[in-house]
DNA sequence: ATTCCTTTGTAACATAATGATTAAAGGACT
DNA sequence: AGTCCTTTAATCATTATGTTACAAAGGAAT
């Protein structure tokens, strides 16, 4: 259910934009890649698949338009939206940027919350069909509902703290199969895991004393399960 | 629902489509507003509220996308159908129009019999299809009346601003279900979200200011939730 | 059973993350 | 000009999270 960081290929000639637009969308939490051409471009994209491109217009060797022209006649990139930066808005439209393929275009300078929010909308829109995952599992006398963010055990309801609560959902969400530590670790804090297994037991610890020691249980030398 | 003529304000830059559209619209029976650009249809849709808006990509000041995309931002605009006009049908899809928002397309040169039919469509559509939104809100000691966009609490009227009472009306829509920030920026500021998350927690203090710190609750690196 | 070794439980602490709150700037509207 | 709304930024308090060290428990081999 949780995915990896969104992709991001950037491109632009000039090293400073695309070091202030790699830093900034960085720190959004995308996963960001770069080249300094439309060539260059083509060549990452075709090797890391990002989610979206976002290309300067006007670039040596390869400029926007052809790029953007090449990856939507590629199968493997035919898919990915591409944003434009372009010096004027008006620019754009006798550019035809749009015949070139292009899904969006930003003008120039760009600010960064016009840039983030383009990206989180064209991406929002790619997975508006995403399954919801269940909102709710149920057990004897334990509820766990995804929705409200709580617990309710032996009729109080508990506001566990997030970490505990994804992790007990997590677990829950499969009941009675063993998960290993690094199973746990790659699917409730995610792919760049920068922590020590043993929080998880602590964690567990933690659970385990607001619910009487009921329902996770150690499998040693293994893991952890859930079971009610 | 719709009470007098419906209107319709039509966007082109150009003297004579205008004047054709509105020529053919008025005789059909609506009520037409104009506008030269994008900037006046924003200004001329917050103040005559017309149940659909025609207008054209391509203009001077500022183009149809952008004025879509700022008219599906604003809490009094972003339920008005936009119809575009395009020179060529395909440049629709490539266009992302939709992206900023359009509901529909139209390629010219524009029939008149063709414009007429789609805007019936839509007309007919919405008043269908309208999502009988509950325009009230109705909890133990607390109202929130959408229509007239106060909120009853503790025996008094509250005249909440605009935002405030977005949000919380936002929250109060899905009693119990937690939003994200971005949830809730996506839902209460629109499309183009320019504003910092934070700017979320400060309205949520006025409101608790207002409502004795209920209803809105915070769950802890999650979001908030409403609850009664 | 005893010992040794590995794994897990627990508590205490340090640090990081997050939200509350306030003040103030900038805008829109009177 | 003045008011009110919206947004940002800065500070502070609180809680969540992660680490470590040591205790306890379990298992395997003798």
Redesign the interface.
Known sequence: MIKGLPKVLVVDDEQDILELIRHSLAKEGFEVHIAANGAQAIEQAKKVKPEIIIMDVMMPVMDGMEACRQLKELPETKHIPVIFLTAR??EF?ELAG??A????YIAKPVRN??LL??V???L??RNALVTPEPEKYDFDNLKIDR???VVEYDGRTL?L??KEFELLSFLASRPGRVFSRDEILENVWGNEVLVVDRTIDVHVRKIREKLDDKFIYTVKGVGYKFES
Request: proline share 4%; glycine share 4%; charged share 50%.
């Open positions: 808005s008006e439209a749009f015949e393929g292009a899904d969006d919350r016009v929010s383009r989180k909308a064209i929002r829109r929705e409200r963010f506001q703290p997030r």
